[in-house]
T-cell receptor, first 117, second 114 residues
Framework: AQSVTQPDIHITVSEGASLELRCNYS??????LFWYVQSPGQGLQLLLK??????LVQGIKGFEAEFKRSQSSFNLRKPSVHWSDAAEYFC???????????????FGQGTILTVHP | DGGITQSPKYLFRKEGQNVTLSCEQN?????MYWYRQDPGQGLRLIYY???????QKGDIAEGYSVSREKKESFPLTVTSAQKNPTAFYLC?????????????FGPGTRLTVT
């Protein structure tokens, strides 16, 4: 079964600083990988996704992520953080369930980002 | 404007009562999902449905039930058998369920049971 680990529960950065959120996954085949963002009390919004091809993926709001198969990682980065980026970020891996035709997303536990002015 | 609607945003119930959470989508998506979110635990899948009149249990289905009588609607009932029902519930939908598709999320319903 697939799994996702986000090692950092809470990260604090200053506005304008660079950001990297870590995500490690476990899955036997090539995974489908996603990063979502959630503002307090709201639903989730997709930032970016990786299926195949170029391992550096560009997303919305200036975010990017790099797929590294050798490290089973899909870390999210942003060169300069804005106060409005404060939120909770979730990494997810998509895969088929056993031998069925159904697939599902498995989410990490989330990383809360605090931005200091 | 296409999207997913969940109502109500806040719901309060007494212990021992069943409660139904609404989820409606107008994205013409085939697949719909229910997740439960607790602090520090990420999202856990309760039930999902690939097509009308068909649904499968997720990782934490005990104490919950669903129906999928219409493509647009996927209501979740939290029964009195659910031992710890207080949580934030999120509904999502996607075109299909191969695991490759992006899921679109509703705004969530916060359920408090006392």
């Amino acid at each position: 079964a697939q799994s996702v680990t986000q090692p950092d529960i809470h990260i604090t950065v200053s506005e304008g600083a660079s950001l990297e959120l870590r995500c490690n996954y476990s899955y036997g085949a090539t995974p489908y990988l996603f990063w979502y963002v959630q503002s307090p009390g709201q639903g989730l919004q997709l930032l970016l996704k990786y299926f195949s091809g170029d391992t550096l993926v560009q997303g919305i709001k200036g975010f990017e992520a790099e797929f590294k198969r050798s490290q089973s990682s899909f870390n999210l980065r942003k060169p300069s953080v804005h106060w409005s980026d404060a939120a909770e970020y979730f990494c997810a891996v998509g895969a088929r369930v056993g031998g069925t035709s159904y697939g599902k997303l498995t989410f990490g536990q989330g990383t809360i980002l605090t931005v200091h002015p | 404007d296409g999207g997913i609607t969940q109502s109500p945003k806040y719901l309060f119930r007494k212990e021992g009562q069943n409660v139904t959470l609404s989820c409606e989508q107008n994205l013409n998506h085939d697949a719909m999902y229910w997740y439960r979110q607790d602090p520090g635990q990420g999202l856990r899948l309760i039930y999902y449905s690939q097509i009308v009149n068909d649904f499968q249990k997720g990782d934490i289905a005990e104490g919950y039930s669903v129906s999928r009588e219409k493509k647009e609607s996927f209501p979740l009932t939290v029964t009195s058998a659910q031992k710890n029902p207080t949580a934030f519930y999120l509904c999502a939908s996607s075109m299909r369920t191969s695991g490759r598709e992006e899921q679109y999320f509703g705004p969530g319903t916060r359920l408090t049971v006392t």
